[in-house]
């Protein structure tokens, strides 16, 4: 069975930087595009960025010139570099990839990290 496993967040000041971890548990999943979702208390799940195989990457708007996404493909690992953070990005934040197991397409998610943002 695949597993995503997030790390590295936690309570941050506003405007100060967090940098989250997904690791991929099986290697023989065949990856094609990651994401990074969040959901805040009251408010429904929302994207925040995707990267394909390729590394062509997408961003929310709420979020662009202030998080990277990247992937390390040989470590099967995603990260988000946040940097300028505010408060309004306090969220779950959950780590997704698409892509191929056993012959089948399938989408896995992880258990999601807690972000909080304090002034």
């Known amino acids: 069975q695949v597993q995503l496993v997030e790390s590295g967040g936690g309570l941050v000041q506003a405007g100060g930087s967090l940098r989250l971890s997904c690791t991929v548990s099986?290697?023989?999943?065949?990856?094609?595009?990651m994401a990074w979702h969040r959901q805040a208390p009251g408010k429904q799940r929302e994207p925040v960025a995707t990267?394909?195989?390729?590394?062509?990457?997408n961003y929310a708007n709420s979020v662009k010139g202030r998080f990277t996404i990247s992937r390390d493909n040989a470590k099967n690992t995603l990260y988000l570099q946040m940097n300028s953070l505010k408060l309004e990005d306090t969220a779950v934040y959950y780590c997704?990839?698409?892509?191929?197991?056993?012959?089948?397409?399938?989408?896995?998610w992880g258990q999601g990290t807690q972000v909080t943002v304090s002034s």
């Open positions: 990267i394909t195989r390729d590394g062509s990457t």
């Open positions: 997704g990839a698409a892509g191929r197991w056993l012959g089948n397409d399938r989408n896995y």
């Open positions: 099986e290697t023989r999943f065949t990856i094609n595009a």
